[in-house]
Each structure stands twice: as C-alpha cells, then as structure tokens.
C-alpha cells in the first residue's frame, strides 16, 4: 500500500499531503478507490479460488473425505457466493470506478463520498460473510438460498443469517455505486461527448448500472421475506402455513438472471475496447453493439424461469420461457461476429490483453451454445442439477467474465500504474490459464450428461464418472499455477516494471490522452469530443475517415466556457498549481459503512437468545449511521478558497 500511495496517481499524493494509509481511508478519489476495489476483490478472487480447489480435491475420486459435508456444503455455498458477489462483481466495479470519468472526459464522479461508502460498505459485507468459514458457521444452503431449506425449521443455526443479511448490506453497496455512476454517466460527459460517441466500456457499464438498479430490489425483498421468516416467525414460504417456496425462486431469479449479464457486459465492454485497440481498427457496427448491449439488458429480465423448467410450471410457462432464452441468444451473438468482424482485415497485435480478450469470444461462445440447449425445457429436465449445468455456467462466467476482466487488467495496468507488465509471463498466464480452464470444465459436459448431481460431497465408484472427476482436478490445480503467475506478474510489475507511455497501446479514447498514471484532477483542461475516436482523428486519421464528424449538440458559448480541442495532454502539475478545486478526503463514508454492518450483525445474537447484546449492537450501529452521516451531509464537499 505504502508504495501505491506514492504513486502521482491519487489524490494529494504529489504535494505530500496525502500519503499512508490514513490517506487510502479517507479517500474519495474514484481512480483510488477504483484501486481499492481491485486489490480487494483479487483477494476474494484468490480465496474463492482456494475454496473451489478444496471442492475439486474432495471430488478428485470416489468414496473420498478429505472434507465433511457439512464443511463441503460451506465451501460450495461460500465459493459461488464469493465469486459472484466479492470477486467479479466487484473487479468490475474497479474498472467503472478507474475508468468512467477518464473515458467521458470528468474530473471526477458525481457522488465522491457515495462512492468511497459503496467500497467501504463491499469491504465490510465481505469480511462478514466471508469470517464465518473461519469458525465452521458459514452459509450452506448454497448461493441460492432455495427455501425451505433455509428457513429457520431446516437451517437451525447462524450459518444462513450470515448469508441472508451479507448479501442485503453488499446490495447497499452495489445500489451506492450504480446511482453514483447513472448520474456520472448522464450529468458530467465532456461537451461532444453524446451518447453515440461513448466508449463501449462505457456503455456496457450505462446497461449494468440500471440493471442493478432494478434487479437487486427484487432479491432484497426476497432476502426480507427470509429474514422475517428466521427472525421473527412469519411464514412467507412455509408450505404448511399457507407460505409459497417458489415465490423465493421466483423473486430470486428475477434478480439472478440479469446478475449474469451484471457480471458479464463489463467484460464484454473492456473487450471492445482491446479488440480495436490491437486490430488497430475501430469497432465494427458500433450502433449495433450499443443496441445490442441495451437489447441484452432489457430482454435479460424475461428469462428468469428457465431456471425453473422443472418445478412443473405448466407447458404454457414452459413455451414462453423457451422462447425468450433463445430469443436473447440473438444480440449476444451479433457481439460475436462484431468482435470476429472487428479482428477481421485488421492488423492485429498479440498482447497478452488480446490473447484474452480473443480467448472469452472463444470460450463464451462454448458457454452460448450449451445454454441454449437450456432453452429446450425436455432437455434441460435431464441437465438441470446435473455438472453439465456447472460446465456452461463456468463457460459463461469464468470463459467470459474472468478472461475479459484478466484483458482490462493487462490491459490498464499502464494506466492505473504507470508501469508495464511482463508481456512474457503474461503470455505464460493465458496459455496455461486457458488450457486449465478447458480442462477443468469441459469434462463436466461428459460427467453430467451421464447423470453427475451437483452438490454431492462424494460418490461411489463404477458410475463412469472417476476419469473425468480426476481431469477437473488436475485442471483446478493447474489454474492454480496460472493464477500465481499473474499474481507474482502484478506485484513484480507494480513495483519495478518498464515504466509506461502514456499511450502504450496506441489507443483512441480519452484516457490514453492524458499521463500515466493520471493526476488526481484527470483533465488539466476539458476535452472537447468530436468523434467516437478522438486520439486516431489526431495520430491516425486514416482509421476513423469513414466515421463522420460533427460539431453538434453544444452552443459556441458552452464550447468556449472550458473545453478545448482533444490534445495530448503532458502536463503534471498539482490541482493547487492549477487552481482546481478537488473534493476533500473524508473518513465518514467508513464509519457509515461500519455501522451499517454492525447494526446488522445484532440481528444474530437474536437466535443466540442474548437479547442485551443484540439490543446493544443495534443501538451502537444506528448511533453510528445517523451520527456520521449527518456529519458527511453537513461537511463541506471541497475547500474553502475564500
């Protein structure tokens, strides 16, 4: 951290008054904070990772028990929670943070506090729902929460309110951070800069930012319905008492689908930016894939109940739910064939970023064809709960969220650092990061098709499922490998890589015009947008001599007021030098986050029957939220100059 924050790239670090970890706490610059996210959820990434090679150890051969079931069914629970909640998710979160502004041409995002809480509040949810495999009482019901099996009647302990009340304070965090970024989005664009010019990470983040704003309510009622059912007696999905447990799928599909496209348009936004950028071409059909990410978006919440196909819900049910899954295949694989087109005629480069980006359009496309065998509801009867399931979903999310997060990481690493890293151990991570992820998930196709259950902690030999058991293993292993490289790749490079161009990529956006790492003001002067590729009109013309230029949407009187021609900018002095006002750092975003959490945490010393402790952690967290949050509204947002 120390080294991090001598780095010119945060907020107050090049004048000395911002150093240490008091300054990374008190932090509201979004490129620091877009930092915290991703070295916090590296090490979620690494620790679901650890959780996900236990699993395939005790599964490696028959009859094994290297774990108990209780303790396996805590570490399937915890590692698809951890990914999807503290890993990917978040990752993402560390590009929109880094990148938003940078790529509209802001100073800054609209909420700065709201956006250090949103990471102060992931950071807290995380170590409260990750603490509890420490002490054998983490969640085991798993990552879905299907009840009753979570009600209180067959979940006795504290293992599910842990799980139950983590996932509602990380989805505080998330809807901090998605009306932060709306708002950013909309509001704080460079003059140019409309809609039709955006960078696609951009966009694809603009899709993701309104799919939590709508998705992640729906599994928050859901979660109250639990939480009074485990609390407080109601009787929301007891059969017995007139309760529905398949209103808890319901609800939590509806938030659970679009959470697949949460999790992957981010990835597919920093593709489109690499693929260009390394063909050396723009993207191909940029209208297309704008409306295709938004059709994604949009056609994401109709699919819920393919999830459902075999809870009998009715041949009616069935037929539209079908029709929908294959319907949404359309505008995924129109991003395909842009991304094929994009390459296509161009003169491509091989960076390590490229090999991965080229790798999720490889394996996503695996990933696309065995979910639309899901839409057919007689064939996924037979795979629904079975490892072929496991094999897509990995596919999807691994094949395309982690191989398109590993291209933006390689990719911005110069940017966000200001140094470059190893091309040569990057290369090493693709190819035996993607020669383990094929191992390790493609034999679950065969294990499943031949009837492999999901969520079995051990089995009995002679059922043909022991060589393709032991194939994911080594696979599991050999990521293992792959991820230590890229692990010791980051560190070595943060600390004493080449040090990096502004520009090493020859890139087009609005980012890569200004130094690396960036000022904590971003812009010394706001650029003025007049295409989609504002850098290649002044460095290559010839590439974007197709795409036209206008100067509409701005009056000569706003074009005057600040905003300058986009231009290479080389200057590197303080926001004091310059006269730019910059928000003040704050430590009452942490503390909101912390009361949060520990007025929460009271509601477990409920079911311990200690009525004084629970009583006396609800008050302290309330005392904590209302005393700094009134602190944090009344406080003034940037200095006085008077």
Request: glycine share 10%; proline share 6%.
């Amino acid at each position: 951290m120390a080294t991090v924050a001598a780095s010119p790239t945060y907020a107050g670090a090049e004048s000395g008054e911002q150093t240490g970890l008091w300054s990374w706490l008190t932090t509201v610059d979004h490129k620091r904070i877009g930092v915290l996210y991703l070295y916090t959820s590296l090490f979620f990434f690494l620790f679901g990772g650890l959780e996900a090679v236990l699993i395939r150890a005790q599964l490696s051969g028959p009859n094994k028990h290297l774990v108990s079931a209780e303790t396996f069914n805590q570490l399937f629970t915890m590692h698809g929670t951890t990914m999807i909640f503290l890993a990917v998710m978040p990752l993402s979160s560390a590009f929109f943070n880094f990148l938003i502004p940078l790529q509209i041409g802001a100073r800054d995002v609209a909420f700065p506090r709201l956006n250090a809480f949103s990471y102060w509040v992931y950071l807290f949810g995380g170590l409260f729902i990750t603490l509890p495999i420490f002490f054998s009482a983490a969640p085991d019901g798993g990552w879905f929460g299907y009840a009753p099996l979570t009600t209180r009647q067959f979940s006795q302990g504290v293992n599910i309110d842990f799980w139950v009340l983590g996932l509602q304070i990380l989805g505080i965090s998330s809807l901090a951070a998605a009306f932060n970024f709306i708002t950013t989005i909309i509001n704080l664009r460079a003059p140019g800069m409309n809609l039709m010019r955006m960078p696609m990470f951009t966009w694809m983040a603009f899709v993701v930012q309104f799919l939590l704003v709508l998705a992640f309510p729906v599994i928050t009622i859901a979660l109250f319905f639990l939480q009074f059912d485990r609390f407080f007696g109601t009787n929301f999905y007891e059969i017995g008492a007139g309760g529905d447990p398949l209103l808890w799928q319901h609800l939590f599909w509806i938030f659970g689908h679009p959470e697949v496209y949460i999790l992957i348009l981010p990835a597919f936004g920093l593709v489109s930016e690499v693929l260009p950028t390394n063909s050396k071409k723009p993207l191909f059909g940029y209208p297309v894939m704008v409306y295709s990410g938004i059709l994604i978006g949009f056609l994401g919440f109709g699919v819920w109940a393919h999830h459902m196909f075999s809870v009998g819900m009715g041949p009616i049910a069935d037929t539209v739910f079908g029709l929908t899954t294959l319907l949404i295949a359309i505008p995924t694989g129109v991003k395909i064939f842009n991304w094929i087109f994009t390459m296509w005629g161009g003169s491509i480069r091989f960076t390590t970023a490229m090999k991965f980006a080229i790798g999720l359009v490889a394996l996503f496309t695996i990933g696309g064809i065995s979910g639309v065998t899901h839409a057919s509801p007689p064939a996924d009867l037979q795979q629904t709960d079975t490892y072929y399931i496991v094999a897509h979903f990995h596919y999807v999310l691994f094949g395309g969220s982690i191989m398109g997060i590993f291209a933006g990481i390689y990719h911005y690493f110069p940017k966000m650092f200001g140094r470059m890293m190893s091309e040569k151990l990057g290369s090493w991570h693709f190819w035996l990061n993607f020669i383990a992820m094929n191992l390790t998930f493609f034999p679950m196709h065969f294990s499943g098709m031949l009837g492999m259950p999901r969520r079995i902690y051990t089995y009995d030999a002679g059922q043909g499922w022991e060589t393709f058991n032991l194939l994911s293993t080594i696979g599991a292993f050999m990521l293992v490998l792959a991820t230590a490289i890229f692990v010791w790749n980051f560190f070595r490079s943060k600390s004493s890589g080449a040090l990096a161009p502004d520009n090493p990529w020859d890139a087009a956006t609005l980012e890569w015009s200004i130094p690396s790492p960036p000022p904590e003001y971003n812009f010394a002067e706001i650029p003025l947008v007049e295409s989609r590729y504002p850098l290649w009109d002044l460095t290559h013309p010839e590439r974007t001599s197709e795409i036209p230029h206008t100067h509409d949407g701005w009056s000569d009187q706003e074009k005057a007021a600040e905003a300058k021609p986009v231009h290479i900018e080389k200057d590197r002095r303080t926001a004091k030098e310059l006269g730019i006002p910059m928000p003040l750092p704050t430590i009452k975003p942490l503390f909101v986050a912390a009361g949060i959490v520990v007025m929460l945490s009271g509601l477990i010393f409920i079911h311990k029957e200690d009525k004084t402790a629970a009583a006396a952690l609800i008050g302290l967290g309330a005392i904590m939220i209302i005393g700094f949050l009134y602190a944090w509204v009344t406080s003034p947002l940037e200095p006085d100059h008077h």
